[in-house]
């Protein structure tokens, strides 16, 4: 089973494609890893929206660079208030007052850079992406 196609999501930023003239650039932490967050304060001082989605499973497949794209249009698609996102796998998160892990799509109204990026050890924030949006 394979989900639907991408949609707009209820109550969401639209997701708007991003001119040919912009670049997308990723950011890495300074140490060699795929498992890192944003520092606390960073994200406290400069998140403008976050959602989470749940893990893909055997049973429901998904294309990552589809879900990475539609978190980088939605991001863009908040204007000049959204210029970076951090995406990752193994978040645990709390909406609506209940506790859960998934992946995150982080949005960010300031460019991130590696100081900004702390490694995580503890098994969460895998496979993440740090990736900043550049318009002229």
Request: with cysteine; net charge negative.
């Amino acid at each position: 089973m394979s989900l639907p196609a991408l949609v707009e999501r209820a109550g969401g930023p639209p997701a708007v494609p991003i001119p040919a003239n912009c670049s997308i650039n990723s950011i890495h932490p300074s140490i060699q890893s795929d498992s890192f967050a944003l520092t606390p304060d960073f994200q406290k001082a400069n998140e403008v929206y976050a959602y989470y989605l749940q893990e893909p499973t055997a049973s429901v497949s998904w294309n990552e660079s589809a879900r990475i794209q539609q978190c980088l249009e939605q991001c863009y698609g908040i204007g000049t208030g959204c210029t970076s996102i951090l995406w990752a796998h193994d978040v645990t998160y709390t909406a609506y007052g209940v506790q859960g892990t998934g992946i995150a799509c982080l949005f960010m109204h300031t460019s991130i850079s590696q100081d900004e990026l702390s490694p995580v050890t503890n098994g969460s924030y895998t496979k993440a992406q740090a990736l900043d949006i550049d318009c002229p």
